[in-house]
């Protein structure tokens, strides 16, 4: 039988990439091969600056600073279609491009997986202080129809989460990432921090990723 | 201004992220302490080390070391302490360096050790032959006559191990310079994991630099599990 073919795609500030956001992917590219499915491509797509959060530096730079920090990988591409649309694009609705566009390149049988920490995942059942859901549940059960990868981080229990909320098809559709070879502790924001006081960042992010941020002065 | 160069030692199996992020921490704390870094030295042990089967040989970890410090201006590998038929006491490895440092930089550079929490940890230890595995005069020589750092590691607490030892007088304890990594703390990288990985044919990619990856590939290391 032949192997499916999925895409991973992996939404976030990316402000700026680490280290830790690649790793992210290249465990669940190892954790999906090893299910017998084959991983043709993985999207970073930074987040729109629509989305408001003020530390958050113009979506042209992070989008370059994605673009820097894939170079050397030869399955992993920046995507700019969310980061230049004009209004914040829902979760669902970038998948639900990804899914369009990469199913008109790549064939019909191939899908587009969410990759998600699962941090992420345990939030889905929490709620706002004005008593409103974080998420909508609609979004979250059409995202697992489509396809969830999930990192586990230590101290959450994204299965127990999924299991309580018990989405349609949520066992065959939800894949958590086993055997993570090195846990994601680098954040963006202790990587901004340490540029702001000028220490170094070096070795927690490609040096082409350094490289840019120094010659356009960023996160001074 | 005070100068200093650093020294990292150890098996290097293959080098990390870990290990690189290590130096760089030790850096930027001195360099905010008015301490100049003129140079940072990673030295594999040697094959003799031990008989660990694990342990590859110094020839590749060298080359392995060198291709890890490749795209670093302050960092080189050096292959003294590697080439020598027997094991080197860690204390003869900082005198040696602090003898070529001088004769580089100037009579006027000190030489520190950089090592992990879990290395201080380790001074404690009783070999199964029942001596120590490091000797307590060594210890105290090494704090008093260069100077050690230590990186805190997650499960570590090299303070406290440090001051149960009876044998080290309890004033040296705060000559110790402790860092924490709070940029990047990459601890969970360690080479065991990405031995496993290698073997395992999974992806070690961003958890140690390209030309590492690369060099492993075109050497075929690691791969008999």
Redesign the interface.
């Known amino acids: 039988m032949e192997k499916s073919k999925v895409v991973i795609l992996a939404v976030g500030s990316f402000n700026p990439p680490?280290?830790g956001h690649?790793?992210m992917l290249?465990?669940a590219?190892?954790s999906l091969e090893a299910s017998g499915k084959e991983v043709v491509e993985g999207i970073l797509s930074p987040v729109s600056d629509a989305y408001g959060k003020t530390t958050l530096i113009g979506s042209y730079h992070r989008l370059a600073m994605t673009d820097a920090a894939v170079k050397?990988?030869d399955w992993l591409r920046a995507d700019g279609w969310e980061c230049s649309q004009p209004v914040w694009t829902t979760t669902l609705n970038v998948l639900k491009h990804h899914q369009q566009e990469v199913k008109s390149r790549r064939g019909p049988d191939v899908d587009v997986l969410l990759l998600v920490g699962g941090d992420v995942v345990e939030t889905f059942d929490k709620y706002n202080a004005d008593g409103s859901l974080v998420w909508n549940l609609e979004d979250i059960q059409e995202i697992v129809s489509i396809g969830l990868v999930v990192q586990p981080r230590p101290g959450s229990d994204p299965e127990e989460t999924l299991k309580n909320l018990d989405f349609l098809g949520w066992t065959q559709n939800v894949h958590v990432i086993k055997?993570v070879?090195?846990?994601n502790?680098?954040s963006s924001t202790?990587?901004r921090?340490?540029l702001k006081e000028h220490?170094?960042?070096?070795?927690?992010t490609?040096?082409e990723v350094i490289a840019y941020i120094k010659k356009h002065n960023l996160y001074e | 201004m005070k100068r200093v160069a650093l020294l990292a030692v150890g098996s290097f199996n293959p080098p990390t992220i870990a290990h690189l992020r290590m130096l760089e921490v030790a850096r930027c704390h001195l360099e905010s302490k008015d301490t100049q870094v003129v140079e940072g030295i990673m030295s594999p042990v040697a094959d003799s080390y031990n008989n660990k089967s694990t342990l590859i040989k110094a020839s590749h970890r060298l080359e392995m070391v060198r291709a890890a410090t490749k795209s670093s201006e302050w960092i080189r590998a050096d292959g003294w302490e590697c080439t020598r038929a027997t094991w080197t006491r860690t204390l003869d490895v900082l005198a040696h360096h602090r003898e070529q440092v001088q004769a580089k930089f100037g009579s006027d550079v000190g030489l520190m050790l950089v090592v992990g929490g879990d290395v201080v940890d380790s001074f404690t230890r009783i070999l199964p032959d029942g001596s120590n595995l490091w000797k307590s005069a060594d210890i105290i020589k090494i704090i008093t006559e260069f100077g050690l750092l230590v990186l805190s590691r997650d499960q570590s607490h090299p303070m406290a191990t440090i001051q149960e030892m009876t044998e080290i007088p309890k004033n040296l304890a705060e000559k110790i310079e402790m860092i924490v990594d709070d940029v990047c703390p990459v601890s969970a990288v360690s080479s065991t994991r990405l031995r496993a990985a290698i073997s395992a044919k999974k992806s070690i990619k961003y958890a140690t630099p390209d030309e590492v990856i690369d060099y492993i590939r075109i050497n075929d290391l690691y791969r008999s599990s």
Do not use: G, Q, V
């Open positions: 680490t280290f690649l790793r290249e465990d590219k190892t050397s990988s055997n070879i090195a846990p502790a680098i202790s990587l921090a340490a220490r170094s960042i070096k070795y927690t490609p040096d």
